[in-house]
């Protein structure tokens, strides 16, 4: 559908530690099956900073620049979302400066991550 609208358009996956959607695929299959369409790129995004290593060889193989959105927490019981404080803001960094020397293109914070986050990444890639 993105694709249809001329429009350009990136295609970000949720994925596990093992590098596997939450359906199973692993992504360098579902990587493959978007390749077609020719996104302006792809990434991966709400999962945990430590999980984004395995899915670093399927992005960089896909041959499309890509990046990381990480997330700090978890969905709650009750449907919400319970922000985790495992990862402080230097460490956030730490890892998403891995990300980049991996050849991501863009780096970011989803579900859990705050301002202070964001700011320690950007003084850390500038």
Do not use: K, Q
Request: aromatic share 8%.
């Amino acid at each position: 559908a993105a694709a249809g609208t001329g429009l350009p358009f990136l295609v970000s996956f949720v994925c596990d530690a093992s590098g596997r959607l939450p359906s199973g695929e692993s992504l360098a299959d579902a990587l493959a099956e978007v390749a077609a369409f020719d996104p302006v790129a792809v990434g991966v995004n709400c999962l945990p900073p430590p999980a984004v290593s395995a899915c670093l060889p399927a992005l960089a193989g896909s041959g499309l620049p890509f990046g990381v959105y990480a997330n700090l927490g978890a969905p709650s019981e009750d449907g919400g979302f319970a922000r985790s404080d495992d990862c402080s803001p230097h460490d956030f960094a730490r890892f998403a400066t891995s990300w980049i020397e991996a050849g991501a293109r863009f780096a970011g914070g989803c579900c859990g991550t705050d301002p202070s986050h964001i700011r320690a990444l950007a003084d850390a890639l500038s």
